[in-house]
């Protein structure tokens, strides 16, 4: 029964797998199942972007089952054409989805008794090459392993299905017409009593649909010697500039055109035009909030003003003063023992730890990576 499993622990996930796999040759279940591969139980693991896993794990492959063979399918094009003559010696084919999309001619010819596909949700745009390849494998059985089924759109989980049982759900056009528009339509703020009726028996009857499919498990469910997640909150005072700047933006038209899109007004043209404005004010005010150097470029209105007073205070407008989250970045990392002034270079590294900072956006993480190298050996970000 081709299906879903959604876990939120990628280990788990792929060796309950390799382990099923695993039985199901110990058991010569390959011999008794039709297939055009030379007898031979196959499988095609289909892995994410990231190849760096390959390697670790087809070692745990070798290591903890006793009867898959694997062969890790990459290389460039003369390699892997060497490597489709040796396929044939092994059960168990591993391969990444940039690789099965080149050499779709070589997947799409054979019939596999498994395909697998890791991070299966990368397949969730069905209109893309890629999708269109990974569903041109055929498959006795095909499994989804994805932490994340539905990302943003109920219409990612077309796609999906559209790869486990091609025409489960319907065709695209269908899908929408029966599920993704009414769903999305009952989440507007302006819909109806009626089309909020609509959404939620549309939602109740994809669940009926595909629930039977999906198979969830939690960290928590198979992982037990794990603690619990502790989530601390730290809450920071803004630096004078940041006060400075936020009041600025208070008084600015952009905060008035803000306002009149929450409040709403009679003027239709205005309220759309205020609109366009709300995301970009949550913008500019998250990084002022991050670092005050993220605003503060030359068509800034308060630029030179501000330029003018740091030279004054001799103060770069890079310094982790103007920072509040670096400052508490910075203490939480002494907390931790991350950075201690005075603690020797050989101890350093014998009791060395490490953090991982996390940015959402692009700029902003470049933009504090320059920062915290402007201070020196004490910050590394990610």
């Keep these: 029964m081709p299906s879903t499993l959604t876990t939120s622990n990628s280990l788990y996930r792929s060796m309950l797998n390799f382990a099923h796999i695993n039985r199901k040759v110990s058991t010569g279940w390959h011999s008794s199942t039709s297939t055009s591969y030379m007898g031979f139980y196959v499988m095609t693991w289909v892995w994410g972007r990231h190849c760096n896993p390959f390697a670790s794990w087809l070692r745990i492959i070798f290591v903890s089952t006793k009867y898959l063979n694997p062969l890790h399918y990459t290389g460039p094009p003369t390699e892997r ?12 084919i591993v391969a990444s989805y940039d690789i099965v999309r080149n050499d779709i001619d070589f997947f799409g010819a054979i019939r596999w008794n498994y395909c697998i596909l890791d991070e299966g949700h990368i397949i969730k745009n069905g209109r893309t090459k890629l999708a269109r390849a990974i569903k041109q494998l055929r498959a006795n059985h095909r499994l989804i392993l994805t932490g994340t089924p539905i990302q943003n759109n109920v219409l990612d989980l077309w796609s999906l299905f559209d790869f486990l049982m091609p025409g489960f759900l319907g065709t695209e056009k269908q899908f929408v017409a029966r599920y993704s528009r009414p769903i999305l339509q009952s989440r507007d703020a302006k819909s109806s009593s009626k089309e909020q009726e609509a959404g939620v028996l549309a939602m109740e009857s994809l669940h009926r649909q595909v629930l039977p499919f999906l198979l969830r498990r939690m960290k928590d469910d198979v992982l037990q010697d794990l603690p619990p997640k502790i989530i601390q909150d730290y809450y920071c005072e803004l630096s004078p500039l940041q006060v400075q700047l936020y009041e600025d933006f ?25 609109t366009s404005h709300v995301f970009q004010a949550l913008q500019y005010l998250r990084k002022v909030c991050n670092h005050p150097k993220l605003v503060l470029n030359t068509h800034h ?81 990610s």
């Design 81 to 92: 054409i060497k490597l489709q003559g040796r396929a044939r010696r092994h059960n168990l």
């Design 250 to 274: 208070a008084k600015s038209r952009a905060k008035q055109a803000v306002d009149d899109s929450v409040v709403g007004t009679s003027d239709e043209n205005i309220n759309v035009h205020a």
């Design 301 to 381: 209105p308060e630029y030179e003003r501000i330029m003018h007073s740091l030279q004054q205070n001799n103060t770069p407008l890079s310094d982790i003063s103007h920072a509040a989250k670096l400052r508490s970045l910075k203490q939480l990392l002494f907390d931790c023992g991350i950075g201690t002034a005075g603690q020797a270079e050989q101890e350093q590294v014998v009791h060395a730890h490490r953090a991982l900072i996390l940015a959402s956006a692009r700029r902003d993480r470049l933009s504090r990576n320059k920062l915290c190298m402007l201070t020196g050996p004490l910050f590394s970000a």
